[in-house]
């Protein structure tokens, strides 16, 4: 067996063990998990594949391509969570291989491997591949194109000591190909990352075509076309809508999701650990990388972080994800930094371990922190006196008196004890296996520890409620406050079963007689708004959420 099919099957493994079990092992998160995840149901019962569609309504903001992975998955698996999180699960597990192989190509076996690796043992990548966001596939589309890309314009120039079997003509399809993908995906950002990262290599060049304008036309027509089919069939009558949308995005923070300019750096330098301590010194002074390939590359990669992370931060709306096209050229310049050191290019300072311990502490302090306060949950309350949700959120069920949720630390800190021994004694590919190996156990050991328990406080009341309604004939709505939790989980079998974002709606249901039961779910300091209409009776309250329901 060669090692590209040996290592190839064994990342394949390994990205099975990680991210597909326990995917339904807690409800999907409000908004973005159970909107994407609603749509994919709702394709299922309307039978259309080719519209997207929210509460039977059309839905302008997002393509289809996920959400017919997710109604693949419902189909065979049943609708729930783990069919929802199901696609990224499998992307994580080609994701893991194309960096290998990329890896492989590009230098060698050893520094696919270590690719791969940080990909896998970083927080944030790990945890978007057990998540039911569009993001890792609509990432992985777009590196695969940028990559093919820079491989056509590589055999153009051509370059010696890497293998290019292939016309650049085929390179160059299969680039516009995967970015037509990624517009198929989410939107024609995938476009403009790819275009903006390619003119700043054209400014490095100095105004010089290093692919002429044809082939830059053929690769833009390629990706046109992969999309062009169903924009042009089932979404210019919404283009107006969408161009709306995309633009409040970026000048505005909507849905409220506000942030401080330098809130994606932040981010990506905790949330990327513990790639992104390592990224941060391949942007300092190192030895040039022997083959004109590598530096190219490595060129490449470092306008893409930036690229990526610029636009983010312009971007008024501050969303994690936003960010997360960082992930593939983070942890390229991070395994890099990782490969010099382990040619001893590369010292391992006392600023990279300061760095390890650093963001490695306040991961510690949360892990070990949370499980205290869980189970001291009354000495948190004066600090939430003021919001009456909160508080009552934390009058939530939760067995704190649970190893599990002090595991999570101990795997943690023995990580990063041994991983900064054996990397400072020489021990090297030893270290950055305990390291990368070990965070990627600390992070599936904090999702089975502490999700399920967090989400208790937050969401699980309502999600409960709702699915006892779902086989009943009745109308549910949710009263003063945004949310997907009353579709998918209350599961409207037609239009008109449910209210979403529309006050119209509500109020129907709250003062116009009905023809069958209706439902309707608030939050407690808006409970009194509702306690004086005429027919609604409280049935409940739970965990700062109140349950109404109004007889036909």
């Known amino acids: ?35 994407f995840a609603e749509i994919s149901r709702e394709m299922l019962i309307k039978k259309d594949y080719l519209r997207v569609y929210v509460n039977f309504e059309p839905f302008w903001e997002k393509p289809p391509f996920f959400f017919w992975l997710q ?40 520094f696919g491997f270590i690719w791969a690796g940080t990909y896998l043992g970083s927080v944030l990548p790990f945890l978007y591949f057990k998540s039911g966001i569009i993001d890792p596939w609509f990432n992985l589309f777009i590196f695969l194109g940028l990559y093919f890309f820079i491989l056509a314009y590589w055999k153009r120039a051509g370059f010696k000591n890497i293998y290019l079997p292939k016309n650049q003509w085929i390179y ?24 903006l990262t390619a003119g700043v290599y054209w400014i490095y060049k100095r105004f010089r075509f290093y692919v002429n304008v044809p082939q830059f036309l053929f690769f833009t027509i390629v990706a046109c076309a992969i999309a062009a089919i169903w924009y042009t069939l089932f979404f210019l009558d919404q283009f107006e809508k969408f161009n709306d949308y995309q633009y409040r995005l970026f000048s505005t923070p909507d849905a409220g999701h506000k942030g401080f300019p330098g809130y994606h750096f932040a981010i990506l330098l905790v949330g990327c650990f513990p790639s992104s301590i390592f990224a941060i010194r391949s942007f300092f002074k190192m030895d040039k990388e ?58 391992f300072n006392g ?97 089975i520890g502490f ?42 079998k037609k239009q008109g079963d449910a209210c979403f974002q529309d006050s119209e709606c509500t109020n129907r249901l709250l003062h116009e007689p009905l023809n069958k039961p209706a439902y309707i779910v608030t939050k407690i300091h808006k409970a009194k708004e509702l306690e004086n209409i005429l027919g609604l009776q409280e049935v409940g309250r739970k965990n700062g959420f109140v349950f109404y329901k109004r007889e036909p």
């Open 1 to 35: 067996m060669s090692d590209r099919l040996k290592y190839s099957l064994l990342f394949a493994i390994l990205g099975a063990l990680f991210f597909i079990p326990f995917l339904g092992g807690v409800h999907l998160f409000d908004w973005d998990e159970i909107n």
């Open 71 to 110: 109604a693949l998955g419902m189909s065979m698996f049943g609708v729930g969570e783990f069919a929802a999180r199901l696609p990224n699960a499998l992307c994580g597990v080609l994701t893991l291989v194309v960096l290998f192989n990329m890896g492989k190509t590009l230098y060698n076996c050893r």
């Open 172 to 195: 160059l399809l299969l680039g516009g190909f995967f970015i037509g993908m990624g517009i198929l995906t989410k939107g024609p950002v995938a476009f403009l990352i790819v275009a």
């Open 290 to 347: 022997e083959l004109l390939h590598q530096q190219d590359f490595k060129t490449w990669m470092k306008f893409l972080f930036w690229v990526v992370l610029i636009l983010f931060s312009i971007v008024q709306s501050k969303i994690v994800h936003y960010s997360s096209m960082c992930y593939f050229p983070l942890t390229f310049l991070a395994a890099l930094v990782v490969n010099h050191i382990l040619d001893k290019k590369v010292a």
């Open 351 to 447: 600023w990279l371990k300061a760095g390890l311990w650093t963001i490695g502490g306040l991961y510690l302090i949360a892990v070990f922190v949370l499980p205290f306060a869980g189970l001291n949950i009354e000495m948190l309350k004066p600090l939430f006196a003021k919001d009456p949700f909160a508080m009552a959120n934390l009058e939530a069920n939760v067995n704190w008196k649970s190893w599990e949720v002090f595991l999570p630390g101990i795997i943690l800190l023995l990580t990063l004890i041994f991983a900064t021994h054996h990397i400072s004694r020489n021990r090297a590919e030893r270290g950055f296996r305990i390291l990368f190996g070990g965070i990627a156990i600390f992070v599936m050991a904090t999702l």
């Open 451 to 492: 999700i399920g328990r967090i989400e208790r406080y937050s969401q699980n009341a309502a999600v409960e409620f709702f699915q006892s309604k779902a086989t009943e004939d009745c109308y549910v709505a949710t009263y003063s406050y945004k949310s997907y939790v009353h579709l998918f989980y209350g599961q409207p």
